[in-house]
């Protein structure tokens, strides 16, 4: 089982800021993935990686496979991504474990 | 539009009573699964399916059955309902491949009394 845990769980920023919200997997993986659900529920699938960096929009997702960790970005935040964030690992057999989640909330 | 369709969205049920959620995705995608999440534990995947005919346990399968007769269906079945799978379900589907996300349903808040 991979143990998957992120951090901060809870994190507020004035608009504007850079945000980074980190994550950390026990054991090797196939790829990692950032989710994100707003309040009311639906979950949105961000990134899913397994190398190097991936950029859309203002998110900015990084891996760094021999450290076991991953990060994601927000530049320019905005009150519209108050959300939580959701850290997942995928290994070659498609289990998934998942991280509790940071809750991100944006002040204007 | 492309989307993965889980009905109910709510559901209180009592104690032993046999349910089914359903879940239906129109985009042909081959992989499938189902996630419980709950408050302080996260999400947690319970079965996926890489195929037709082709089902896997995830990390809390117990108390759970799932099938896979179609590529668009992939039903969640409670058995024999009981208080501690009081959750939020989430059904997703995945094209196959490294270079495909997952794509959500919408939830379903199920209440077991």
């Known amino acids: 089982k991979n143990e998957v845990e992120q951090s901060p769980q809870n994190l507020t920023a004035q608009e504007g800021e850079f945000i980074t919200i980190n994550c950390s997997y026990s054991v090797g993986i196939s790829a990692l993935h950032w989710l994100q659900q707003h309040p009311g529920g639906g979950i949105v699938s961000l990134f899913m990686?397994?190398?190097g960096k991936k950029k859309h929009g203002r998110l900015i997702a990084t891996i760094n496979i021999q450290e076991k960790h991953s990060s994601l970005h927000i530049t320019a935040s905005h009150p519209r991504d108050s959300a939580v964030y959701i850290c997942g690992s995928s290994n070659t057999g498609n289990q998934f474990y998942f991280g509790t989640g940071t809750s991100l909330t944006v002040i204007p | 539009e492309a989307q993965v369709t889980q009905n109910p969205r709510y559901l209180i049920t009592v104690t032993g009573k046999k349910l089914t959620v359903t879940c239906s995705q129109n985009m042909n995608h081959e992989y499938m699964s189902w996630y419980r999440q709950d408050p302080g534990l996260g999400l947690r995947q319970i079965y996926y399916?890489?195929?037709?005919?082709?089902?896997d346990k995830g990390d809390v399968p117990e108390g759970y059955k799932v099938s896979r007769k179609e590529k668009r269906n992939f039903p969640l079945i409670l058995e024999s309902p009981s208080p501690n799978q009081t959750s939020l379900y989430f059904c997703a589907s995945k094209r196959d491949g490294q270079n495909y996300g997952y794509t959500f349903g919408s939830g379903t808040r199920l209440t077991v009394v």
């Open positions: 990686l397994s190398s």
């Open positions: 399916s890489m195929n037709v005919e082709v089902t």
